[in-house]
Nanobody, 123 residues
């Protein structure tokens, strides 16, 4: 089975940056990539970004495009989400996911989820 562990969340002021990470471990770990989702109070969970392990292709939600950047360390099975110019609207719990499918246009989440890490942005 696959286990995901997230870290790096915290509280910042608008305009500042954070980098959160998600490490994956487990036997027979052969997923295609890692996705990120977030959920703010009173809102549904929404897609943030996706990166593939092999090709490294990244896909971003319009709300974060140009500010957030994904990177990966395949040897450590770890994905990093660099979040720049954070805004109060980015405040949410951020979750990583793997085991899903990517068709070149949309990432469908799989069965493995992290516990979530809180990101709070104040103005």
């Amino acid at each position: 089975q696959v286990r995901l562990v997230e870290s790096g969340g915290g509280s910042v002021q608008a305009g500042e940056s954070l980098r959160i990470s998600c490490g994956a471990s487990g036997r027979h770990f052969r997923t295609i990539g890692m996705g990120w989702f977030r959920q703010a109070p009173g809102k549904e969970r929404e897609f943030v970004a996706y990166i593939g392990w092999i090709g490294g292709y990244s896909d971003y939600a319009d709300a974060v495009k140009g500010r957030f950047t994904l990177s990966r360390d395949n040897a450590e099975n770890t994905v990093y989400l660099q979040m720049n110019d954070l805004q109060p609207e980015d405040t949410a719990i951020y979750y990583c996911n793997t085991g899903g499918a990517y068709n070149g246009r949309q990432y469908t989440p799989g069965q493995y989820w992290g516990q979530g890490t809180q990101v709070t942005v104040s103005s």
